[in-house]
């Protein structure tokens, strides 16, 4: 059974800060993995989904990466805001879609 | 727009009492899913379904029922066996099949007293 585990739980850094945010599966047969982020109390809004083929995507100071065989992802974000604070979640897609606990992230002014 | 709406945002029931969570779509999304989450774990899979008249089991499944008349609508009833049903209530639509994106609604908070 697939087993996802994001590292750290929470993370909190200083505005302007470039960090990077870890995930971690166990089955490397997946399709795609994808990062989500999501407020207090709200839904999750899609960030990048990496499809099994390819290596890394990015959006705006997004990117995210993959390695397959190691049965790793990163989330790099560039130059962190305090809109940025939320908590980031992976979801590998294998046979089902499977989801990391998240990292609570705090960017601080 | 086009999206996902889940109705009401926050519910709260008595135990013993049966409830029902609201999901529609208009993403003309043939399949759609129900999670769980619980504070400090993932998403959990309630059921899914890829197809009218069709649904799954997921992982968490014991306590919940579903149905799928319409290609837009996934509600979810939360029954009284459910033994902890306070949580938030996440719903998913997709294209039908592996490997497509998931998209989610805006969620419903249920507690149970």
């Known amino acids: 059974k697939q087993e996802v585990t994001q590292i750290p739980a929470a993370l909190s850094v200083p505005e302007g800060e470039n960090l990077v945010l870890n995930c971690s599966f166990t089955?490397?047969?997946?399709?795609?993995l994808q990062w989500f982020r999501q407020d207090p109390g709200k839904g999750l809004t899609s960030l990048l989904l990496?499809?099994?083929?390819?290596r890394e995507q990015t959006s705006g100071r997004l990117n995210a990466s993959l390695d397959k065989s190691s049965g790793r992802s990163t989330l790099y974000i560039a130059a962190s805001q305090p809109g940025d604070s939320a908590t980031y979640l992976c979801?590998?897609?294998?046979?089902?879609?499977?989801f990391g606990a998240g990292t609570r992230l705090t960017v601080k002014p | 727009d086009g999206g996902i709406t889940q109705s009401p945002k926050y519910l709260f029931r008595k135990e013993g009492q049966n409830v029902t969570l609201s999901c529609e779509q208009n993403?003309?999304?043939?399949?759609m899913y129900w999670y769980r989450q619980d504070p400090g774990q993932g998403l959990r899979l309630i059921y899914y379904s890829q197809i009218v008249n069709d649904f799954q089991k997921g992982d968490i499944a014991e306590g919940y029922s579903v149905s799928r008349e319409k290609k837009e609508s996934f509600p979810l009833t939360v029954t009284s066996a459910q033994k902890n049903p306070t949580a938030f209530y996440l719903c998913?639509?997709?294209?039908?099949?592996?490997?497509?994106?998931?998209?989610f609604g805006p969620g419903t908070r249920l507690t149970v007293t």
């Open positions: 089955d490397s047969a997946i399709y795609n």
């Open positions: 990496i499809q099994s083929s390819q």
């Open positions: 998913a639509s997709s294209m039908s099949g592996v490997p497509y994106e998931q998209y």
């Open positions: 993403l003309n999304h043939d399949a």
């Open positions: 979801a590998v897609m294998g046979n089902d879609m499977r």
